[in-house]
């Protein structure tokens, strides 16, 4: 028994541990698209969102009954299993957040748990219809419903406000992206959090606490509200910097029509108990706002290898949990090698990531190349009149037979 309880302590320390690096993780949904247009300041902007991050977390359980009722098959799922889950998924977020690449916590964690459960299980124990009609398809249709609602949502606002004064449309846009920021923040609780309260919740049933079919215990909900509101606020300025710069560039009126879509993508969602990524969402929202704008467009190079990291989410974080729950099956050394093993991981990634410092003051700069198919289209769309059309702009030198050493810009 004492063992139980030791082992069933370290998979709620491990899974709370997981939801602060959602929420670092994850800070760049609610609040890159604010800070990269100026309407917040970065340490403003992530202070806010980690609040309403944590009331988030009390507005609902769909989504974490959909983890620990519907994924997998709660008998014979043991506490070392849940526990290998999560190593699977901290470390697939940690090295996305190394390299700034938004990537779907919820599908690191869904990946190490399948991975984690067909290695103890088999394949039968898990649900093959859940997983295909409440991760798959909305992983696959969220992007693009956000994409195109922020596509055509951006095109109105622009229509809209053709005559409207430049300076006070700004204003008022800005105002309303800081809303729509808000209303991310707030789903982003309501979704996101709940999948720690999901996996906490099966661990417990797992671990003959709690009976099958339960709803998270109080305490759950609090703890993991608490914790992703705490990564938040540390703020992953690395995917922030890629996601409101390296995406795309974005006026104010394009940030509110995409925060507004995707927030609206993902309340729908987490309404229906979906396990969406809110990462998705976002991203999809921000590049349907980039081509939305005339003379907006996207960096394909960066996009492309964000496709590329949502794709291995799943298999990754599944392999390496199949892995980890391999080892702990060997017994308490087992899992105690796994323990070490993700801690000596997680420094080694902080470590390096210090050689190249991302916060606050400069999160905001980028040095992604434009590429040739971007610079093109941006050569023959130009943005509507009142947009910032200096960000266009090739400075080249003056011919050297003119008198004037001075530069022109065309």
């Given at each position: 028994m004492e063992n139980f309880s030791l082992i069933l302590a370290i998979v709620v320390v491990t899974a709370l541990a997981f939801d602060f690096t959602n929420g670092f993780h994850d800070t760049a949904n609610a609040m890159a698209t604010t800070i990269s247009t100026?309407?917040?300041?970065?340490?403003?902007?992530?202070?806010?969102?980690?609040?309403?991050?944590?009331?988030?977390?009390?507005?609902?359980?769909?989504v974490a009954n959909t983890i620990s009722k519907g994924l997998v098959d709660e008998t014979g799922i043991r506490p070392e299993v849940i526990f290998a889950a999560l190593v699977g998924a901290i470390l697939w977020n940690l090295l996305t957040w190394l390299v700034g690449l938004p990537s779907s916590s919820s599908h690191a964690l869904m990946g190490g748990l399948i991975g984690a459960t067909i290695a103890s299980a088999g394949v039968g124990a898990v649900h093959g219809d859940v997983l295909v009609t409440k991760v798959l398809i909305p992983a696959i249709a969220a992007p693009l419903v956000a994409g195109i609602a922020a596509l055509l949502a951006t095109r109105?606002?622009?229509?809209?406000?053709?005559?409207?004064?430049?300076?006070?449309?700004?204003?008022?846009?800005?105002?309303?992206?800081?809303?729509?920021?808000?209303?991310?923040?707030?789903?982003?609780?309501?979704?996101d959090a709940q999948k720690t309260m999901g996996i906490i919740t099966?661990?417990?049933?797992?671990?003959?606490?709690?009976?099958?079919?339960?709803?998270?215990?109080?305490?759950?909900?609090l703890s993991a509200g608490v914790a992703i509101a705490l990564g938040t606020y540390l703020g992953g300025w690395r995917i922030i910097r890629t996601m409101g710069k390296g995406l795309t560039d974005l006026q104010p009126q394009q940030g509110f029509a995409a925060q507004t879509?995707?927030?609206?993508?993902?309340?729908?969602?987490?309404?229906?108990?979906?396990?969406?990524?809110?990462?998705?969402?976002?991203?999809?929202?921000?590049?349907?706002?980039?081509?939305?704008?005339?003379?907006?467009?996207?960096?394909?190079?960066?996009?492309?290898?964000?496709f590329v990291a949502w794709g291995l989410t799943l298999p990754a974080a599944a392999l390496v949990g199949a892995l980890a729950e391999y080892v702990t099956g060997f017994g308490a050394w087992g899992t105690a090698l796994v323990a070490v093993f993700l801690v000596t991981s997680s420094a080694a990634i902080w470590k390096v990531s210090r050689r190249e410092v991302v916060d606050h003051t400069n999160v905001n700069e980028t040095d992604e190349p434009a590429g040739v198919v971007t610079t093109a289209i941006a050569a023959v769309t130009p943005p509507p009149a009142g947009t910032a059309t200096e960000d266009l702009s090739a400075t080249i030198p003056a011919p050297a037979s003119e008198a004037a050493p001075s530069q022109a810009t065309v």
């Open positions: 100026g309407a917040l300041k970065p340490k403003v902007a992530v202070a806010m969102s980690a609040v309403l991050n944590l009331v988030g977390a009390f507005l609902s359980v769909e109105l606002t622009y229509s809209l406000g053709k005559k409207a004064d430049g300076n006070a449309s700004k204003k008022g846009y800005r105002a309303g992206q800081i809303a729509s920021a808000g209303l991310v923040s707030l789903a982003h609780g309501t979704n099966l661990a417990l049933v797992a671990g003959g606490t709690l009976a099958p079919d339960s709803d998270p215990p109080m305490w759950v909900i879509s995707a927030a609206t993508v993902i309340l729908a969602s987490s309404h229906l108990g979906f396990s969406l990524s809110t990462t998705h969402s976002v991203s999809g929202a921000v590049m349907g706002a980039g081509l939305g704008r005339k003379g907006g467009v996207v960096r394909w190079s960066t996009a492309t290898r964000m």
